[in-house]
Structures are given as C-alpha cells and as structure tokens.
C-alpha cells in the first residue's frame, strides 16, 4: 500500500473496522480494509505526525510537532485544535475514564477532557520526554520517558504512585500483556517485565541488538517486539507472571 511521502509513524484502527496511518509527510490517510484504497487525506497539520488514537466516541485524535487535532469519525473533518503542548506530542492513550492522556517532549502529560476537549489536568515529574503511555488493567496509566524511567498514575487523582527504574536508556514502547502484567522496550535493547501488583520488574529479555521501538499483544500469552536492529521477536508469557 502506497500513498505515503515519508516514514509512516503510526497506525490504528478505526471504529468502523477501517484504519489510519499517520506520516512524517504531515498528513493522515484513511484506508478501505476491504479495497486497500486511501479513502481520504487528512492535511491540517504542519508538521510531522507521531501518534494516532481512536476516543471512546469514535472520533480519531492525532499528535503531532505543533498539536493535537480531534477528527469527526464520520466526515473526518477537523473538529477541533488543541494548543498548549509546547513541543512534539509522542504518545496518546485513552484513559479507563475516556479522557485522553497526551505525552510531549514538554515532559509533561495533559489530560483532556473527552466531551468539552480542553486541557483539564497536567502531569509533572518526569525530566525529559514523554515517549510512551499504556493504560493498565487496574484503571491507572504508564508512562515511559527518555529520563529512562517509567511513572505508574493514579487515574481519579492523578498522583504518582510510583516511579519505576531499571533501563539504562530511552523507554521507548510499552504494552500490557494478558495477564494484567506490562513490557517496556528501550533503547537499552532490553525489555522488562513488570509484575501487576508489585510493579517490581520480575524478567528482562535480550536478543534484540538494538533499541526495542514497539511492542504488541498478539494471542494465547504471546506479543512481538520491533526493534531499530529490523527484526521482530516473539515472545511467550507465563500465566503465573
């Protein structure tokens, strides 16, 4: 599938069983799953897109250098642009709560309301980057930064309720696994596993010779890993982990 002038950053699903690709060519396309056809360009942002979400109404969010843009799910008309992140938005995750968490080389999260769109909360304490957010089963959220640290928040009040250490370098992706349990990815070339309750990481895994850039539940307690070294791993989860 072509279409695409530069490096395609980020893909997600749609509500309607389609999907996005967001660009380092600035834009969005959205593509037929049953044609494989880009349907529709999306050109309003200025700079490079680096994440992608579906909200909890179907509506597409897009991170980028200068913004976020809520897009209507059905016109795929811009509905609304958020300023106020001061730098390239990394990450988005939608909260247990449907609000959307927005991390940013400002080192901070912002938290956005679902329904009125604005900025309702922001999140300090990391020291660099925000290159990652996972939501965990509980309810509260991860963030993974380039301070190599990985901050677990509580969802209703937004406090940190820990700070977990243990990469040497970038914390790159993350996921949460079947089990309740999460992996991170770093450009250390590692990834941890950390245990649900504790949050004390309890494996790390190597074979990859470079960064660990993305990571993926797949099935039956297995996920993948890509990394910057072009090749993909799969991995085997215990139950009991």
């Given at each position: ?10 893909l ?26 880009c ?105 993974g ?27 790159k ?46 099935s ?7 990394s ?7 991995w ?6």
């Amino acid at each position: 599938m072509e279409g695409h002038n530069n490096s395609v950053r980020c893909l997600v699903e749609l509500s309607n069983g389609n999907f996005a690709s967001g660009s380092h060519d600035n834009t969005i396309k959205i593509w037929d799953t049953q044609s494989f056809e880009c349907i529709k360009t999306l050109n309003d942002h200025s700079h490079l897109v680096w994440s992608l979400v579906v909200l909890r109404n179907g509506n597409l969010a897009s991170g980028c250098e200068d913004n976020t843009i809520i897009w209507d799910k059905n016109s795929f008309e811009c509905i609304k642009t958020i300023q106020g992140q001061r730098n390239t938005v990394w990450s988005l995750a939608v909260l247990s709560n449907g609000n959307l968490a927005c991390g940013s080389d400002d080192k901070n999260i912002r938290i956005l309301d679902e329904n009125s769109y604005e900025w309702i909360k922001t999140l300090e304490g990391h020291t660099s980057s925000i290159l990652s957010i996972a939501v965990l089963k509980n309810g509260n959220f991860a963030s993974g930064s380039s301070d190599h640290a990985i901050r677990i928040w509580d969802t209703d009040s937004f406090n940190c309720i820990k700070t977990l250490k243990g990469h040497s370098d970038w914390v790159k992706s993350l996921v949460v696994l079947e089990n309740g349990s999460f992996a991170s990815g770093s450009e250390d070339y590692t990834i941890k596993i950390w245990e649900k309750n504790s949050l004390e990481c309890i494996k790390t895994l190597e074979g990859h010779r470079n960064s660990v850039l993305s990571l993926a539940v797949l099935s039956n307690e297995i996920f993948s890993s890509g990394s910057s070294d072009k090749t993909i791993r799969i991995w085997k989860t215990k139950k009991n982990v």
